[in-house]
């Protein structure tokens, strides 16, 4: 995997990770329409599941993912996957639109799901799936992985939990990527598919923003997207920004664009700004522009010092092992159902509130 391709971007962590012996937890996966599957499969496996099956009715998907994991065989069909009474937990990154109905029916055959983000594209699909998880008691995951699959995102998460900062007031958060246009499949340019840049990675942020400020509910303020610069694909919004603040009155700024320069050394240079009471952290997860190439460098200061940690390989990954526990043990751990389900919703909210920047002449 290219550092500078975020489409296939798939983390490895350690192997310490292990909370399950083989076979103790047996997972299902489909619906490879998108790379993060990957990055999804290397935490699963690493935390100590087994992978029993893959299924895609696309055999080109299927081949891609077996050369990455060529231990896993292939399933005839979805069905043998959701009829099986071994497996526990179903993950997939089917396109956008489609994620909510796939992670239905998996509910509805008694296993929970995990999803790429975003894991709804409207918020029709978001209140039936509260329905469906409520109905079943199963869990409906979403694989926010620029924060949960970021080792210096964790880190700083560890720095406020331990009251380095003091209450966190403010985030800012920004999430440039870069396009690949010529690589993106049909979907990825139609908005009922993808949803919109805010209910796409714009989730990322508001999830980061509920986390780190311990907010259980945001009101979106204010948001705005556009299509700068790809009028043959009008339907891509290649930006996006919008202003939240939490109901403990946290606020919080963020940015997503598809606008990564070619020359960057990775696929975005993805920044948050923490602001606590007692001091800041700046999170620089996947590079240190034209200073270092690696990624994971997290700034504390505070009133007694200025801190730089590099923590690329001392953190890892701990949402895989707390969710497969929680999934054993009917514990909410590593993130609650509400946390995700409110994230989601606020996402949509900023993505159905937004003002069209291209509606406007300057």
């Given at each position: 995997m290219s550092g500078k391709d975020g489409m296939n971007y798939a983390p490895k962590g350690k192997e310490v990770n292990k909370v399950v012996e083989a076979g103790e937890f047996v997972v299902g996966v489909t619906a490879l329409d998108h790379g993060h599957i990957n990055g999804m499969s290397n935490g699963l496996l690493e935390a100590g599941a087994t992978i029993k099956y893959v299924y895609d009715p696309d055999p080109e998907k299927l081949k891609a993912y077996q050369e990455a994991f060529p231990a896993i065989p292939a399933a005839d069909s979805l069905e043998q996957i959701l009829e099986d009474p071994e497996i526990q937990l179903v993950?997939?990154?089917?396109?956008?639109?489609?994620?909510?109905?796939?992670?239905?029916?998996?509910?509805?055959?008694?296993k929970d799901y995990f999803t790429d983000k975003t894991g709804f594209t409207t918020m029709e699909q978001l209140e039936e799936t509260k329905k469906v998880a409520a109905e079943t008691g199963r869990r409906y995951w979403v694989y926010f992985s620029e924060r949960i699959?970021?080792?210096?995102?964790?880190?700083?998460?560890?720095?406020?939990?331990?009251?380095?900062i003091g209450k966190v007031?403010?985030?800012?958060?920004?999430?440039?990527?870069r396009l690949d246009k010529e690589k993106r499949p049909e979907w990825f340019f139609k908005k009922e598919q993808y949803g919109g840049i805010l209910?796409?990675?714009?989730?990322?942020?508001?999830?980061?923003?509920?986390y780190y400020t311990g907010n259980k509910d945001a009101k979106v303020?204010?948001?705005?997207?556009?299509?700068?610069?790809n009028p043959d694909t009008p339907e891509l919004e290649d930006y996006g920004d919008a202003t939240l603040v939490g109901e403990?009155?946290?606020?919080f700024i963020f940015k997503v664009d598809w606008f990564t320069p070619d020359g960057l050394g990775t696929w975005g240079d993805g920044r948050t700004f923490i602001t606590g009471t007692e001091g800041t952290i700046e999170?620089?997860?996947?590079?240190?522009?034209?200073?270092?190439?690696?990624?994971?460098?997290?700034?504390?200061?505070?009133?007694?010092?200025e801190e730089h940690y590099a923590v690329t390989g001392e953190v890892g990954f701990p949402f895989f092992g707390e969710m497969i526990l929680d999934i054993i043990n009917g514990t909410e751990n590593a993130m609650t159902q509400d946390h995700i389900f409110k994230a989601q919703e606020l996402c949509l909210k900023a993505q159905e509130q937004a003002i069209v920047i291209?509606?406007?002449s300057v």
């Open positions: 993950a997939a990154a089917a396109v956008p639109n489609l994620r909510s109905a796939l992670g239905n029916r998996v509910m509805r055959a008694g699959h970021v080792e210096g995102a964790i880190f700083a998460g560890q720095l406020i939990n331990e009251g380095k007031i403010q985030v800012t958060g920004f999430g440039p990527h209910t796409d990675i714009g989730s990322h942020q508001i999830e980061q923003f509920l303020l204010h948001s705005k997207v556009g299509n700068y610069s403990n009155g946290a606020s999170i620089r997860k996947y590079i240190n522009v034209a200073t270092e190439e690696t990624g994971d460098h997290v700034f504390l200061v505070t009133k007694d010092s291209s509606d406007f």
